[in-house]
């Protein structure tokens, strides 16, 4: 096991320092050519990827040679994870990622001592501009939550979506987690105890939010025709009870086919928030990427992170046009504690979370490689972080997490 931490993490410092020298011919030209201020801000959160997932990612969809959208960007960042705990959540990193504090494992948008701490994405919205988040999560779940809300508890999910109505505001809200807006025994679109998790029902304890929201003039819409109709304004979206996914061990029942793709929620968010004069704010995020790192689920993984891979090229391809757009592309923290090796009958794994996963054949190729997995939570390791755009400058080197706000924040010229 030795051995392998240490290649590991070789490895993990290897994809790091390639994301910012292995760059498309242009990429000098981009430094140079960004505006000094963002007018725009769209920040991609892979939830639990690593260096290990980036790389398994990038050769399951380009193959050896290839490269992923997420990694043709000209600056490059290692980032620092810890919460107030060595191992973070991912509410804690959220929060210092949205309010540049460090805060304690589970707090939503709050400090140590529970306080209330602004938000990028609030102060975007003070600053005229338009605000969106979107996850393949529950929208209420931690990440799109530390960005506009203020708990001290992350399970409080029914109060954190009220906040997004009556507090920040947000303008677009698309992603999971129905059953938080409708009080137990309303059932909503999606049927409350469904075959595929039994458990999942209506459990909201702010009473109907979903009438609540269409009352504010939020367009509410529950699938993908629905979503690509809808008209520019502040628009809800809830396409499933709980997460967009179903997590199990692999071959248990395990699902990614999210009823509405996170291009397409990406897309739709992009072209409702991009109508306001003043910019806007969005935060996407894919969190399978995370919930099958927890399940050891390497197939499924690589699926959610080709997802996130074309959501940032629709990003991309809107701040082509828009060059006063700044994007980036960031991970919380690490999950399962991954390392990539060669297919090897010799190999001492074992079972259950020392077992490999795979073989899995790299696209355009012939070659084989294997995933090997060290557990089921999360790591303290490092993560990558690539931008383009105005400010993505200060998102170059090695920092904490919570320069991600700074960098945000500064960008475009956002009041303390």
């Known amino acids: 096991m030795k051995k392998k931490t240490i290649a590991a993490a070789t490895l993990s410092l290897a994809l790091i320092t390639s994301f910012g020298v292995n760059q498309i011919a242009d990429a000098k030209e981009e430094k140079s050519a960004s505006p000094k201020k963002a007018k725009n801000v769209i920040m991609f959160v892979g939830d639990g990827m690593g260096a290990s997932h980036r790389e398994a990612i990038r050769l399951a969809a380009q193959g050896l040679n290839g490269e992923l959208a997420m990694n043709k960007m000209p600056y490059t960042g290692n980032v620092h994870t810890h919460s107030t705990s060595v191992v973070t959540d991912s509410a804690a990193a959220g929060t210092a990622m949205a309010t540049g504090v460090k805060s304690y494992n589970g707090a939503i948008g709050v400090d140590e001592n529970k306080k209330p701490v602004k938000s990028v994405l609030e102060m975007a919205s003070e600053a005229g501009k338009s605000t969106g988040l979107v996850t393949t999560s529950q929208i209420t ?110 071959g248990e ?25 003043k910019g806007f704010f969005l935060m996407v995020e894919e969190e399978g990427t995370d919930e099958m790192s927890h399940e050891n ?47 090897n009958p010799k190999d001492e794994s074992g079972d259950d979370v020392s077992k490999e996963d795979g073989p899995y054949t790299p696209a355009h190729s012939k070659e084989k490689f294997a995933l090997d997995w060290t557990t089921n939570e999360h790591g303290g390791q490092s993560v990558p972080l690539t931008a383009q755009g105005p400010g993505a400058e200060k998102l170059e080197g ?3 997490n919570t320069n991600i706000f700074k960098a945000m924040r500064d960008a475009m010229g956002l009041k303390k």
Request: a negative charge; aromatic letters at 6%.
């Open 398 to 400: 090695t920092y904490e």
């Open 253 to 277: 029942g395990d699902l990614y086919d999210p009823v509405v793709p996170l291009p397409d929620m990406t897309q739709k968010a992009i072209d409702t928030l991009s109508q306001n004069k």
């Open 141 to 250: 779940d931690a990440t799109p939550a530390s960005l506009g809300a203020h708990v001290a508890d992350r399970k409080k999910q029914s109060d954190i979506a009220k906040q997004y109505l009556e507090n920040s505001k947000v303008d677009v809200l698309l992603g999971g987690g129905e059953d938080y807006w409708y009080p137990k025994g309303e059932e909503g679109k999606y049927q409350d105890h469904p075959a595929k998790d039994k458990k999942e029902a209506s459990q909201g304890t702010q009473g109907n939010l979903v009438k609540k929201a269409q009352k504010l003039g939020y367009n509410y819409v529950t699938n993908k025709d629905e979503l690509q109709k809808a008209k520019n304004g502040k628009l809800l979206g809830l396409f499933a009870n709980e997460e967009m996914f179903e997590q199990n061990p692999e």
């Open 297 to 343: 689920n390497g197939k499924l993984m690589m699926k959610a992170g080709k997802q996130l891979d074309k959501s940032v090229q629709v990003a991309k391809d809107y701040a082509k046009k828009h060059p006063d757009t700044l994007v980036l592309v960031a991970a919380d923290h690490e999950c399962g504690g991954l390392s990539i090796e060669e297919v």
